[in-house]
């Protein structure tokens, strides 16, 4: 029983991957560029290249988080010393931040 579920976590995000190919597919050559005459299709392998090379260059595919965003901050300024946040807020209203 338990190695049919192992099967289906494996098998289900391979299919979405292959499915989100045809997606981009999809989109590029009938709703984004259908009105432009010089260009060419792609192809199904071309737009899984295309979904690879925007998900590394804008958003990678999840896992570990960037070193960025608001829980870092929260998590910055929840093991400051009470002196040190008096700072960082005072700095943050001279900036223009803040209320």
Same mark, same amino acid.
């Given at each position: 029983?338990f190695?049919?579920?192992?099967f289906?976590?494996?098998?289900? /995000? ?14 590029w050559?009938?709703? &984004? #560029?259908? =009105?432009? /005459?010089?260009?060419?299709?792609i192809?199904?392998?071309?737009a899984?290249?295309?979904f690879?090379?925007s998900? &590394? #260059?804008f =958003?990678g ?5 960037s070193g ?6 929260r998590?910055?300024f929840?093991?400051m ?11 943050w209203?001279?900036?223009g931040?803040?209320?």
């Amino acid at each position: 029983m338990f190695r049919n579920k192992k099967f289906f976590f494996v098998l289900i /995000p391979v299919a979405l991957f292959f499915a989100v190919g045809y997606v981009v597919m999809w989109l590029w050559n009938n709703a &984004l #560029l259908a =009105g432009v /005459p010089s260009l060419t299709p792609i192809t199904y392998w071309q737009a899984l290249g295309i979904f690879i090379l925007s998900k &590394l #260059l804008f =958003g990678g595919f999840g896992g570990r988080k960037s070193g960025f965003g608001p829980q870092r901050m929260r998590d910055k300024f929840k093991s400051m010393s009470p002196e040190d946040r008096a700072a960082f807020m005072e700095k943050w209203k001279q900036r223009g931040g803040g209320c």
